[in-house]
């Protein structure tokens, strides 16, 4: 099955790699609706994984149930070697070695820039506040924007503020990162600078896992492109397959429509 | 650069009644003379028609013996009208302060309770808010009234209390704790306390930063002052010596010519409004120089010159007998500090009396050795504490609820602990959108006290309704009523729009 030639293309890129996150048979319910069903990947160490799909497909739901925003009714999530469960010590480990972006940056509007960023360093991995503050700058100068350290994230752009989003996600060096739409919400000229930040931390070997309808971004810099409908995962491959010849015929509408 | 200017621009003035500045000192003006005037007109009408139809507008009952006792507070026989208010300001008071601090602790609880996961909690809370602020508040001062009334009688026993605290139908009473021989000499060494205490808690915030090991500074800060109290409470006499310095203070203030005072006081009037118009100036200069002055501008500077003059002359002319009566009230109040000190003042600095019954008139009642609650208080306290903690109940939930989603989910992706978001991410945006409701719940709070004339608690509304009924002066006490309630409900915005600014969020 092509599905599976895809896969294998995949794994000799990243052959030899660890896996970083498997899904194995995963299942939710919102009530009597069924959001995923038998949801099953593995992401290696490294790999940029980019999810896209039609709106209601279920790729949100997924990337949330990974760092358990939403909780999972079947099958297995194992993060890093660590399992989801309902235990307390492996949700809050899991979810300090996850960092995660949203499509509204969720930023703390109470906070100044510097201040969300060092927040979870200095409160959860206990950092001197010196040294976290240093960390802290240095990610702003990574992403493009030291100079807006000491203001409030009212005062920023979109484009901005997701970045600032980006550098505290960072902050807490996370070994995989969730992207959650982070372009949706954002004006057309902003939508370059996020990804640009996104390209950069792709390159320097960062596994991720997207969520997107950034085509460009995904042939760029994807190694493998999952497509999601309807709860299912209905196709997996490289960015050429997908683009240049894709099997399912669901994928082939999708790609009509956004394309 | 003027050649540069398109030949069609007129530079000519507009004629007077079109010209946008001229209209609006115009009409600033205007609006003043209207406000003064129609307020003289009608306190003009009002005071004529007062003498016509012999009405007392004079303040004399506040120093003459009202021959009335009072059912709770500080002096229950007072000497003068004055004082008799005074102990009703000083109930409304304690019930205001002790209601507002009571229901926020209950409607914090409450609100937390009806935003749990834990179904029981959530009904208990819900039940609680419902029921509360669906029934009158007089129908559920009187319902406490009556409740309490039907406690047991107290007995005719005379003499100390055996335990700690008695109830019965004239209230309760519980042991009083308070200020002794030694006190104001043990504060002494607590105030060097509190700095050594806030330094300490200082250097551990320090040490967290350096290390990021949790040092517990508030925590470490109580210990160290609780230690220092300890100490203190033996060895606070060598603070004797503080007296001697206050009497000298005294005799060095009455020593202070009045005219010095008085050149002084003329001084500081013209001198800080010339200060703030100064700092004004300087606020409105950039730094190109001076920015052109608005006319509110203007009209700013002009009331800070003119208020500065008035000033001084009003305490120069009018009032010359400030300064001697500044100087006497300090001087009075130095003396009286220096008596707190020294002079075999070794007992301990607070003592607590246990409660006790006496029989002074027809009926035992609780003597003055103990701490007192009358029925009155109680019913009012339980009455205002449930029925506005059910108002911050539902402000509490309304505050938190409107935190957005995603500001919770943000700070558990970054593994933040519940407690923690709560505190540093949660909280701090809620109590933003909490404050302004909360004050109008505290400034209800304090008004409603004064349904405490339905049970015969004496606040100041109960007391002036019977020293105008013995005097015949009611307007003269309405408006003390009126001024006394606006004082204390602009005191508490005061307060809560000082911590609203200092929660406000920076945009732009």
């Known amino acids: 099955m092509s599905i599976d030639d895809a896969t294998t293309a995949v794994s000799e890129k990243l052959a030899g790699r660890e896996d970083m996150i498997v899904c194995v048979d995963v299942d939710k319910f919102y009530g009597d609706f069924q959001a995923l069903k038998r949801v099953t990947a593995t992401i290696k160490e490294g790999e940029v994984a980019v999810v896209c799909g039609p709106s209601g497909s279920g790729k949100s739901t997924w990337i949330r149930c990974i760092n358990r925003l939403e909780v999972h009714q079947g099958g297995d999530i194992v993060v890093d070697g660590i399992e989801l469960t309902n235990d307390l010590r492996n949700i809050e480990r899991i979810r300090s070695e996850v960092g995660m972006v949203f499509q509204q940056f969720n930023l703390f509007p109470h906070l100044t820039v510097l201040d969300n960023i060092t927040l979870a360093p200095i409160w959860v991995r206990k950092k001197p506040r010196a040294e976290a503050e240093s960390m802290a700058r240095a990610l702003l100068e990574r992403v493009g924007i030291p100079e807006q350290a000491e203001k409030f994230p009212g005062q920023l752009s979109g484009g901005q503020q997701q970045r600032v989003a980006i550098a505290r996600s960072l902050a807490m060096e996370p070994r995989v990162m969730l992207f959650d739409e982070p372009t949706s919400a954002l004006d057309p000229e902003m939508i370059k600078e996020v990804l640009d930040v996104m390209k950069e931390l792709a390159l320097s070997g960062m596994t991720m896992m997207v969520v997107t309808h950034e085509m460009g971004f995904a042939r760029e810099v994807a190694d493998r492109i999952m497509f999601m409908e309807g709860g299912e995962i209905v196709e997996v491959g490289t960015p050429e397959h997908f683009f240049t010849n894709p099997t399912e015929d669901r994928t082939k509408l999708f790609l009509s429509q956004i394309l | ?508």
């Open chain 2, 1 to 508: 650069m003027a050649t540069n200017s398109p030949p069609s621009i007129d530079h000519s003035r507009p004629p007077l009644y079109r010209d946008v500045t001229v209209v609006k000192w115009v009409v600033q003006i205007a609006a003043l003379a209207l406000t003064l005037g129609a307020l003289w007109f009608l306190a003009d009408q009002a005071g004529d028609n007062l003498r016509a139809s012999n009405v007392p507008t004079d303040y004399d009952f506040l120093s003459v013996n009202p021959g009335i006792d009072l059912s709770s507070g500080i002096d229950t026989d007072p000497d003068t009208g004055g004082r008799a208010l005074w102990v009703g300001m000083v109930n409304t008071l304690r019930m205001a302060v002790a209601g507002i601090f009571v229901a926020t602790i209950l409607g914090v609880i409450v609100g937390l309770a009806r935003l749990s996961n834990n179904w029981l909690l959530q009904k208990i809370g819900t039940v609680f808010v419902e029921t509360l602020r669906n029934v009158p508040l007089l129908v559920q001062i009187l319902f406490y009234g009556a409740v309490f009334a039907s406690l047991d009688r107290v007995t005719k026993d005379v003499g100390p209390i055996n335990g700690w605290l008695h109830l019965s139908n004239k209230g309760l009473s519980l042991p009083r704790v308070h200020i002794a021989d030694g006190f104001y000499q043990w504060l002494i060494v607590m105030c060097i306390g509190i700095f050594i205490a806030n330094e300490f808690r200082k250097r551990r915030i320090r040490q967290q930063d350096a290390t990021g090991e949790e040092s517990y500074p508030l925590l470490s800060a109580f210990a160290v002052l609780t230690f220092v109290a300890a100490v203190g409470w033996f060895i606070h006499p060598i603070f004797g010596f503080v007296g001697e310095i206050f009497g000298a203070l005294s005799s060095f203030v009455s020593g202070i010519p009045q005219t010095v005072l008085q050149i002084a006081i003329g001084v500081l009037c013209v001198g800080s409004s010339a200060l703030w118009i100064r700092s004004f100036l300087n606020s409105r200069r950039t730094p190109a120089g001076l920015a052109r002055l608005t006319d509110d501008d203007y009209f700013r500077m002009i009331f800070a010159a003119v208020g500065g003059i008035l000033g001084a002359i009003f305490f120069l002319i009018l009032w010359p007998g400030l300064s001697s009566w500044m100087i006497n009230s300090l001087s009075d109040l130095f003396n009286v500090l220096s008596n707190k000190f020294g002079d075999g003042r070794t007992g301990r600095p607070i003592d607590v009396d246990l409660p006790n019954i006496v029989q002074t008139g027809k009926f035992p009642n609780y003597g003055p050795s103990g701490l007192n609650f009358s029925i009155g208080f109680a019913a009012v306290f339980f009455g205002v504490v449930f029925y506005t903690a059910a108002f911050i109940a539902e402000i509490v939930r309304g505050g938190i609820l409107a935190v957005p989603k995603g500001q919770s989910e943000a700070a558990a992706a970054l593994g933040l602990k519940r407690a923690t978001a709560l505190r540093r991410v949660i909280i701090p945006q809620a109590a933003r959108v909490m404050l302004p409701p909360l004050g109008n719940q505290y400034l209800n709070l304090t008004k409603n006290t004064s349904l405490a004339i339905a049970v015969g608690y004496s606040d100041i509304v109960q007391v002036g309704q019977t020293v105008y009924n013995q005097t015949g002066k009611t307007l003269p006490v309405v408006s003390i009523w009126m001024l006394f309630y606006l004082s204390c409900s602009l005191s508490i915005s005061v307060i809560v729009n000082f911590f609203n600014v200092r929660m406000r969020i920076v945009e732009r």
